[in-house]
């Protein structure tokens, strides 16, 4: 984990973009699908929307899980969506689920007791009306933080389901050894994150730039967010292998 130049950032994502280049049709499915399912369980009540939050890792596996598939030459089938449900690892992954709960939720109510109670009310009354409401500059400041320190919580992370998963870590386990790689390579993981946002920003403002703030842009620049997603997962297998070594799939899913 340590020696690697910052530049490595780069080179993990140019990687991780020709590993969705390879199979792109079956990785948007998975993004899609996933979707689909997490929007499912949120509508459970409830326990809909915590239990959502709980399979995020699992969700992950099924992407990570691919690019291990694509990496080795595999095409990967519809089945490796069961990837992170499998009865012998989803106690384990729902249990980093929870701890991704447990961050959200931690953090959640102390930006809760840094919001205005003013602005509070008045941002209620406006999802009551089915209108958007409009932060003011300590409040953007307050969300804008908020998002920011989760990020960085799951950026963390990032490691920690495949931990899980390819080596059988225990949970707490598994975290520790995420939150060392990361910071062991704390140079090339800052270099990867701020280069993908800003990939993302700027052909989302020269989308805009072009067709303005259609409906057209909005559907264009969704898409694009789903692309994006799906090759941050891509690059972050491949530092993943680069500093934890090369995972090995389950008997059961290599076949």
Known sequence: MKGLPASTGLLWLKQG??????????????IFTNLLIAMLLSQLPLLGPMLMYCAVPS??????????????????????LL????????????????VYLGIL???????????????????????????????DSGTAMVISSFMLILGLSML???????????????????????????????????????AWVGMFMLIQMVITALLGASAISQVIITWFSFIAILIFHCAT???????????????ELAK
């Open 17 to 30: 973009f020709a590993l969705f280049r390879q199979q792109p049709g079956i990785l948007m499915m998975l």
């Open 59 to 80: 969700f992950t596996m099924a992407i990570q899980e691919s690019c291990r598939m694509i990496d080795e030459g595999q095409r990967v089938h519809p089945r490796v």
């Open 83 to 98: 990837t992170g449900f499998r009865k012998d690892v989803i106690k384990p992954l729902f249990k980093l689920g929870l």
């Open 105 to 135: 939720l931690t953090l959640g109510i102390i930006a809760f007791m840094f919001l205005d109670p003013a602005w509070l009310k008045a941002a209620q009354a406006s999802m009551a009306a089915k209108q958007q409401p409009v932060p």
């Open 156 to 194: 963390t992370l990032s490691f920690a389901p495949g931990l899980t998963y390819w080596k059988r870590m225990p949970t707490f386990k598994a975290m520790f050894y995420s939150v060392f790689a990361v910071f062991g390579s704390k140079g090339p993981m800052a270099v990867m994150m701020f």
């Open 237 to 251: 297998y491949v530092a993943y292998k680069q500093i934890l070594g090369a995972p090995e799939g389950l008997p």
